[in-house]
């Protein structure tokens, strides 16, 4: 079945790790989009990415980065971890030609 | 730049009563248009979205929503609420041509009392 997944699911981390939040899709889609949302708040888009070996910064300034290595992996990582970066973590992908996005269940970060 | 206001933070409603959720969106043109639903702990999914043609909308689990372009509207109906239905919900505008990112807007708890 065609889907978009999302590891870990749920994340408690301390302070200074490393992590590297999982985001898979198995619906051939070109366009993949990160975006991070804070409890009953709107979503930001922090990171996006045409295709394969493109990434691209989204509207909301964040310290993660993104890698493209396959079309249908687009992971994002945190080289060090703070508090500042608790909050929920939805992945999401789209066709070339859509608009249409289509979303994971979501990684909620705690940082501590 | 665009923006999509949703007024309305919370809205309780009866089940079995009637539901309007509000989305009024500032744009240069006539953008693509989506609601999207988030239940606590999960990501988004797709309920409706208007691209052109009739501007009343059907989507899943008994939702419409009509796009007003003299009024830059496009509400979310519901005919009956079921307590399923007790959810965050979110209005969205995608940009028609370039890259075609959505803006969302703030949300809109739903929520339903028996």
């Known amino acids: 079945e065609a889907d978009i997944y999302q590891t870990p699911r749920y994340l408690v981390i301390g302070t200074g790790k490393k992590i590297t939040l999982e985001c898979s899709q198995t619906?051939?889609?070109?366009?993949m989009y990160w975006y991070q949302q804070d409890p009953g708040m709107e979503l930001h888009l922090i990171h996006y990415?045409?295709?394969?070996?493109?990434?691209e910064k989204g509207d909301l300034s964040s310290e993660s980065t993104v890698s493209r290595i396959r079309t249908e992996h687009f992971p994002l990582t945190l080289e060090s971890a703070r508090p500042s970066h608790t909050s929920q973590y939805l992945c999401?992908?789209?066709?070339?030609?859509?608009?249409?996005?289509?979303f994971g269940p979501g990684t909620r970060l705690t940082v501590l | 730049a665009q923006s999509v206001t949703q007024p309305d933070i919370h809205i309780t409603v009866s089940e079995g009563a009637s539901l309007e959720l509000r989305c009024n969106y500032s744009?240069?043109?006539?953008?693509?248009l989506f609601w999207y639903v988030q239940s606590p702990g999960q990501g988004l999914q797709l309920l409706l979205k208007?691209?052109?043609?009739?501007?009343l909308v059907q989507g899943i689990k008994g939702f419409e929503a009509e796009f007003k372009r003299s009024q830059s509207s496009f509400n979310l109906r519901k005919p009956s609420v079921h307590w399923s239905d007790a959810a965050e919900y979110f209005c969205?505008?995608?940009?028609?041509?370039?890259?075609?990112?959505?803006?969302f807007g703030t949300g809109t708890r739903l929520l339903v009392s028996p």
């Open positions: 999401a992908s789209s066709r070339i030609a859509g608009v249409e996005q289509f």
């Open positions: 619906m051939g889609h070109d366009k």
């Open positions: 990415s045409y295709g394969v070996n493109s990434t």
């Open positions: 744009y240069g043109a006539t953008p693509y």
């Open positions: 208007y691209f052109s043609g009739d501007t």
């Open positions: 969205a505008v995608g940009a028609r041509t370039g890259f075609q990112k959505l803006v």
